[in-house]
Every structure is written in structure tokens, then in C-alpha cells.
């Protein structure tokens, strides 16, 4: 995976925008108004994504390429480097359920606003 797949793959997600609110190279992906995932466009290529926090410490014993959250909450996000040790399937896999943990804690208006989005 590189930084344009993951991207691509983010973006097709209904309710997905991107923006730079930290600064000009730290692409943050929002499902509405919450974050589900960034990476950096400068630095070696990494993602942060949300993750249960049981998984997330399971993930990070089993991988060398995951690590507690970089300038995030380090119980409940991960900072993934993209170095080729974990494949794209797995990666979908935990966009998927970064994204989901953001859904899963929006309040009702928003779940109704995100299904009403084509």
C-alpha cells in the first residue's frame, strides 16, 4: 500500500472527507466530523488509526511495524509504518475498523445523517 491506495481506498467511504488542519503534510481522513485515520506526506509512510484497545496491543506484540499512537491516545490508536511486513489485506482490514469505531460512536443524528449521504 502506498499513500495515493490509501487514500483512494479512505476517500470511497461514504461521509469521508480529507484536510490538513494540523498542517500542510498531515493528511487527516474524517467519517463526518471524526477522525479515523492521518499520515504524515513528508515522513516514511505511516498511518494512525483507531483500534479496540485490546487489538490494539495484540496487534502491537505480533508486528514490529505497529506502535502506540504518535501524538495520539496510545491506548486507543496505532501508528502503523508502511514497510511491507503487514499486507494491504490486513491494512484494509483496520481502515475498515478504524473507520467502523468512529461510526459505532457517533451520536444517533449523525448515524441518520451518515446513512441519508448517497
Known amino acids: 500500500m502506498n499513500i495515493e491506495s490509501f487514500r483512494n481506498y479512505c476517500i470511497l467511504k461514504k ?3 480529507e484536510s490538513f488542519p494540523f498542517n500542510e503534510t498531515t493528511l487527516v ?3 463526518l466530523d471524526k ?3 492521518l499520515t504524515n506526506l513528508e515522513n516514511d509512510f505511516s498511518l494512525n488509526l483507531k483500534c479496540n484497545p485490546e487489538k490494539a496491543v ?3 506484540e505480533k508486528y514490529e511495524a505497529v506502535n502506540p499512537g504518535f501524538h495520539m491516545n496510545k491506548k486507543h490508536w496505532n ?3 508502511i ?3 503487514i499486507p494491504n489485506r490486513e491494512l484494509k482490514e483496520w481502515i475498515d ?3 467502523d469505531l468512529v461510526v ?4 444517533k443524528k449523525d448515524k441518520l445523517r451518515l446513512d441519508n449521504l448517497n
Open 104 to 107: 459505532s460512536k457517533m451520536t
Open 29 to 31: 481522513l474524517k467519517v
Open 79 to 81: 501508528t502503523i509504518n
Open 35 to 37: 477522525m479515523f485515520a
Open 97 to 99: 475498523e478504524s473507520y
Open 15 to 17: 461521509g469521508v472527507s
Open 83 to 85: 514497510d511491507g511486513s
Open 58 to 60: 495484540l496487534l502491537r
